[in-house]
């Protein structure tokens, strides 16, 4: 059971190049997210998805884009990537109804990115 | 967004003694929580939950602890060992929010041996 996959681990990128991160579950999760973490901001949340084909904005979307066209996938997108954006990033997918024991997040192992 | 903040950045403990790890949250209306535990180059890792009808939930060698009153949460970990260093995190829960997390900035575990 690999839970929450992130590809790829690292990447750099120079200013105004476009990249994907991928986010694969195989726990049948209905609710997937992306965050960054940044050194002490704690992690912040970019987009989320409650279902296959919905998304929504979370705290910090700007210059960022995401789809969820299968359930177990999730993408997120950096169109025209700044320095700004260089950071951990991490897919994390969780069940819809809460329950006890990790009803919170499954973590990816994360994708350090760094835009020069 | 929702403010869950730790009241220590750093904490160093000796192998074999017990931890405490603090956390405040802002929102009263939170009604779960719970504590991660991130190593270095890896994604948080849940280590026990609490809802807010509990004042105290315990697993293996950690126990929760909720007041509701000063809004504290406070991570213990007995007889920390090495394996113990890490970062964690609480995260609260806010209802009208649905699975939404809003987590601290985290608190850096050292175990000393």
């Known amino acids: 059971n690999a839970g929450v996959t992130q590809t790829p681990k690292f990447r750099v990128l120079k200013t105004g190049q476009s990249m994907t991160l991928l986010c694969a579950q195989d726990m049948n999760h209905e609710y997937m997210y992306w965050y960054r973490q940044d050194p002490g901001m704690g992690l912040r949340l970019i987009h989320y998805?409650?279902?296959?084909?919905?998304?929504a904005k979370g705290e910090v979307p700007d210059g960022y884009n995401v789809s969820r066209l299968k359930k177990q996938n999730f993408l997120l997108g950096l169109e025209s990537a700044a320095p700004s954006q260089t950071s951990v990033y991490f897919c994390a997918s969780s069940l819809a109804q809460k329950s006890w024991g990790n009803y919170g997040y499954t973590f990816g192992s994360g994708t350090r990115l760094t835009v020069v | 967004g929702e403010s869950v903040g730790l009241h220590l950045p750093t904490l160093s403990v000796q192998e074999g003694d017990n931890s405490i790890i603090n956390c405040a949250y802002s929102n009263s209306a939170s009604d779960y929580f719970i504590w991660y535990k991130q190593e270095s180059g890896k994604g948080p890792q849940f280590i026990i939950d609490?809802?807010?009808?509990?004042d105290k939930r315990q697993g293996q060698r950690v126990t929760v602890l909720l007041n509701k009153t000063v809004k504290h949460l406070s991570l213990q970990i007995a007889a920390t060992q090495p394996g113990d260093s890490a970062v964690y995190f609480c995260?609260?829960?806010?209802?009208?929010?649905?699975?939404?997390?809003?987590f601290g900035t985290g608190t850096s575990l050292t175990v000393i041996p």
């Open positions: 998805s409650v279902g296959e084909g919905t998304t």
């Open positions: 609490i809802r807010s009808n509990m």
């Open positions: 995260a609260e829960n806010i209802p009208v929010t649905g699975n939404q997390f809003y």
